[in-house]
C-alpha cells in the first residue's frame, strides 16, 4: 500500500473544459473525473472555442484535455 506522499497525484483537466454536470449541484462534484463510464453520455467542450473541439482542433474530454497537450491550461 502506498503512503500519501507516494500516491501519484491525478493532474487537472485544462481549466476550459466543461460539462452541463458542473452547473448540476448534485452532480457537479466528480464532473471532470478521469474515468471514462461507459455509460457517460456528458457533453464536453472547450470555453475557449465554446465547441466540442479544442484549439487545437482535437475532441475535448476530461482524459485528453491534459498537461502536454499544446492547448493546455492549469
Known amino acids: 500500500m502506498k ?3 507516494e500516491k501519484t497525484v491525478q493532474s487537472l483537466p ?3 473544459l466543461r460539462t ?3 452547473y ?6 466528480g464532473a471532470l473525473d478521469l474515468e471514462q463510464d461507459s455509460n457517460d453520455q456528458s457533453f464536453y467542450w472547450c470555453n475557449k472555442t ?4 479544442g484549439v487545437d482542433d482535437n475532441p475535448v474530454h ?3 484535455c491534459q498537461p502536454g497537450r499544446s492547448c493546455h491550461e492549469t
Open 62 to 64: 476530461p482524459s485528453v
Open 50 to 53: 465554446l465547441s466540442a473541439l
Open 20 to 22: 452541463k454536470r458542473m
Open 14 to 16: 485544462c481549466r476550459f
Open 24 to 29: 448540476i449541484p448534485a452532480l457537479a462534484e
Open 3 to 5: 503512503t500519501p506522499s
